[in-house]
């Protein structure tokens, strides 16, 4: 599990392959702190360490993997963000974030503003229901809050100057592709509504009927 507060941004050295695929990418700041075997979050999506040496390290990114994140995209020189999971310990500073990306999405638009920028993005419409204003999303890895939904599909973040300068949203522009990974509370709240069951000790106990009164009865 992770916080999606990011912790170094490495450079990709090599990629390797053509189905599946060896990243090899350096980290000065995190070269101490990784092992081999261990996971870490490559733009939000969660691989594991396969080999190390100094500020080098390797991950095998499978064809499912490429299919559904920017990593197929990385090229030499290219930056990513990345960060370690977190122990029992950690101070959960950002929000649940898995490493487990969505989809992909396109950046709209981006205006910059002394340092900080005003981020929107184009969600397809399958991530429609995971979105609300307010809430929590994860952005190639970071942890954002959404300012504003428009027309259902693009989603606007403020990005504040600390978070802009320390990830790769400094070197993003409008088209880039980007990981997303929406919220993990909303999905199983989504899911439980969506079957209509109410269940008590793993036990069914009736089917859910939305209705007005039902959600004034259980608090909205």
């Known amino acids: 599990m992770f ?29 101490n702190k990784i092992q081999s075997g261990g996971s870490i979050a490559i ?20 064809r499912e993997t ?40 396109k950046i709209h638009s981006i205006e910059n503003r002394s340092g900080s920028c005003l981020l929107e993005i184009m969600i397809n419409d399958a991530l429609a229901d995971f979105i609300v204003e307010k809430g929590s999303i994860a952005i190639d890895g970071i942890s954002l809050t959404i300012n504003k939904i428009i027309d259902n599909n693009i989603v606007r973040i403020s990005i504040i100057p600390t978070t802009f300068k320390e990830t790769t949203l400094s070197l993003k522009k409008v088209g880039d592709i980007v990981n997303i990974e929406t919220d993990i509370l909303g999905k199983y709240i989504l899911k439980r509504i969506s079957s209509g069951i109410i269940t008590k000790n793993g036990i069914i106990q009736e089917k859910l009927k939305l209705t007005k009164e039902y959600l004034i009865d259980n608090g909205y």
């Not at 733009?43 to 500020?55: L, R, Y």
């Not at 990513?80 to 992909?104: A, K, M, R, S, Y």
Request: aromatic share 4%.
């Open 3 to 31: 916080t999606g507060l990011i912790q170094d941004i490495g450079e990709v050295i090599d990629n390797i392959g053509t189905r599946d695929v060896i990243l090899i990418i350096r980290s000065k700041k995190l070269k």
């Open 43 to 62: 733009n939000g999506a969660c691989q594991t360490i396969t080999e190390i040496s100094d500020e080098l390290f390797k991950v095998f990114t499978t």
């Open 66 to 105: 490429l299919s559904i994140t920017n990593l197929s995209k990385l090229k030499k020189g290219d930056r990513v963000n990345l960060e370690l999971p977190c122990t029992p310990n950690t101070f959960l500073d950002g929000h649940i974030v898995q490493g487990h990306i969505d989809d992909i999405a």
